[in-house]
């Protein structure tokens, strides 16, 4: 094959996803220089025309759109990448695959189990290469994490442990809705933390420790009225706050979650810790970097828990960067995802996760608010490892 082929991207969103996204592409040629597909940002669209401007400027796209129907309508893109709020990506996705673009489309696949099955019916009909942005997997710590479980280092695996912790919609005077609090609508969002939060910890634990078949979840609205950002009027939450739930996993372990927002202290603590027969790992993303693991197999004077700094060119992903010993952060975990993708046009293999092992995960979220809804334990009718 030759060198040098373009992906043209066309990228909806101008807002936090939008930028980390277009950080990834701009760092392909530089720190994956060999790839046979190369980004060239062609086209980004945003609703107002000054914002979207500024922003193809400040992150060097060629041209703009206001209206996601004429991006996906253009020749010259090949690649439609979703950065909007939840409650658009089923309609972009399943547009741009009859269009025949590529989609990689940002977490949760979509607001439902339904929408989520659209757009999976949508690119297996069309044959357009997918992806979801379940980034953190992309992390060196993390990948290593799942290189170490794949290389049977923990023996069989008796708990799976995760937590995603933020504290910012404490204050009732937090308007719902809009730019920027869309998450606080539950019509953009689909739910509160169990779509936005618990969705990345479940992505990481099915391709870690395989599927979750069951669960049981308690969720709590603690601000059950805000205002409005669209009407002005004080309207309900429909939102989840917090919720936490225990599962099986396939493997016979036991899985514990809790995700809120009212965490006093806590900006993004996503943390998981892994217990099996022989070993355990934790990782944390305030110190993403490292990797904390424990062999019970280590000689007794001297076995602890060991402090892993993933830094060294023999770890995931980390010949790309600096030396040993330098870390790197959490936008790397986007040029990863990106790289991979490229990759994937080349080799011809899907960039896991694609669509249909986000669907998995849709699933699991699906069924822990019903079960938090009706009180109950809920089947999740996932089957196997995530990819
Ligand atoms: N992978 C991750 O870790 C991660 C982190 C944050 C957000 N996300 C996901 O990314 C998506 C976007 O989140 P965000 O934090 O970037 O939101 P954001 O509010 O910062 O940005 C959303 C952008 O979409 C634009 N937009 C909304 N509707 C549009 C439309 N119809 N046409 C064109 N543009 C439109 C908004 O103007 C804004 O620029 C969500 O699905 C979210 O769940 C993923």
Redesign the pocket.
């Known amino acids: 094959m030759s060198k040098n082929k373009t992906l043209r991207i066309g990228l ?7 930028r980390t996204h277009s950080n990834g592409y701009n760092r392909i040629k530089n720190f994956f220089p060999e790839l046979v597909y190369q980004p060239e940002l062609k086209a980004v ?4 025309a000054d ?1 979207v401007k500024a922003f193809a400027e400040q992150w060097g796209y060629a041209s703009t759109e206001t209206d ?1 129907k004429a991006l996906i309508a253009r020749d010259d893109i090949d690649a439609i990448d979703i ?4 409650d ?2 089923a309609e972009i996705a399943i547009a741009a695959a009859a269009k025949g673009k590529m989609i990689l489309c ?3 696949l979509a607001r439902t189990v339904a929408e989520g099955q659209a757009m999976v019916d949508a690119v297996e009909k069309a044959r357009v290469a997918n992806t979801v ?4 997997r992309r992390l060196p710590a993390v990948t290593l994490a799942k290189q170490l479980i794949d290389s049977g280092k923990l023996g069989k695996i008796f708990h799976y442990r995760a937590n995603f912790l933020q504290d910012w919609t404490i204050s009732p005077e937090l308007p719902q809705g809009g ?2 609090l ?1 998450r606080l609508d539950v019509d953009a969002a689909g739910s509160g933390v169990t779509g ?1 939060l618990l969705a ?1 910890c479940i992505d990481t634990a099915m391709w870690l420790n395989g599927g979750i078949t069951d669960v049981s979840a308690v969720t709590e609205t603690f601000i059950k009225e805000r205002v409005h950002q669209a009407s002005g009027k004080v309207q309900k939450v429909g939102i989840d706050d917090a919720c936490i739930f225990h599962c099986h996993f396939e493997n016979g372990s036991l899985g514990l979650f809790e995700s809120t927002r009212y965490a006093r202290g806590h900006k993004a603590l996503y943390t998981f810790e892994i217990n099996g027969e022989h070993a355990s790992i934790r990782w944390d993303l305030h110190d993403l970097n490292r990797l904390e693991y424990f062999d019970h197999r280590d000689d007794s004077i001297v076995r602890g828990w060991r402090s892993i700094l993933v830094t060294d060119g023999d770890q995931p992903y980390m010949k790309r960067w600096w030396v040993p010993g330098l870390s790197i952060g959490y936008e790397h975990s986007f040029v990863h995802q990106a790289a991979d993708f490229l990759k994937s046009l080349e080799t011809g293999e899907p960039c896991h996760p694609t669509f249909k092992d986000a669907l998995e995960t849709q699933k699991v979220c699906e069924a822990v608010i019903d079960s938090a809804n009706t009180r109950s334990w809920k089947d999740t009718n996932v089957k196997g490892w995530l990819k």
């Open positions: 909806i969103g101008c807002g936090f996803m939008g669209c945003s609703r107002n914002k996601w950065c909007t709020p939840n658009s990506h940002e977490k949760p942005w379940y980034n953190y730019e920027g869309w936005d990345h």
